[in-house]
């Protein structure tokens, strides 16, 4: 289908968007697969500058996508005003398919961050795979792609309501 000159000067309007402020992406699951390819289109998109939080399991993968992302190009004048949001790309290592691993990676996250503006959530393992029990008594497969899900989105609250992006924070979760 071809593109009207209307559609051209919206693809021209995205493309040249930037935020004024830095925004905070978390990203669940962000080391492999779909996941994976989401946070680099994010950061590339973003030309860096924003504060990405990969959350997972694999922290070699994690850095090497984080390698890949371009480096920031905007700096605020006030790199020591506590107020001050900077571009920064990290890694937390942690299970989700336990509970008690969202909640705790949560309550750091409530402690360390002002807001999120987007919210990613991916982690899975394989649908195919035979029925496995985490030491908490559930089944891994429903652990990744429902309970840790809702619990940290729940968790996380707080700091989503504190976005400032406009439309409010984004929650996505991909299967």
């Known amino acids: 289908m071809p593109h009207s000159e209307s559609s051209f000067s919206l693809l021209s309007h995205n493309c040249d968007y930037t935020m004024a402020q830095i925004p905070v992406a978390i990203f669940v699951g962000g080391t492999s697969g779909i996941g994976r390819g989401m946070v680099e289109a994010f950061a590339h998109h973003v030309n860096g500058n924003t504060h990405i939080i990969i959350i997972g399991r694999n922290q070699a993968a994690a850095n090497e996508s984080i390698r890949s992302f371009p480096k920031p ?20 290592s942690s299970d989700f398919s336990l509970i008690s691993n969202v909640h705790e990676t949560a309550n750091t996250l409530l402690n360390r961050l002002k807001k999120v503006d987007y919210l990613i959530l991916t982690p899975g393992v394989s649908l195919f795979a035979m029925r496995k029990e985490t030491e908490e008594g559930l089944d891994e497969k429903m652990a990744l792609s429902y309970y840790s899900r809702w619990t940290f989105i729940r968790d996380l609250l707080p700091l989503l309501r504190k976005s400032d992006i406009r439309g409010g924070a984004r929650v996505y979760s991909v299967l």
């Open 73 to 92: 190009t905007e700096s605020k004048a006030d790199s020591t005003s506590p107020d001050n949001d900077l571009p920064i790309h990290e890694f937390i």
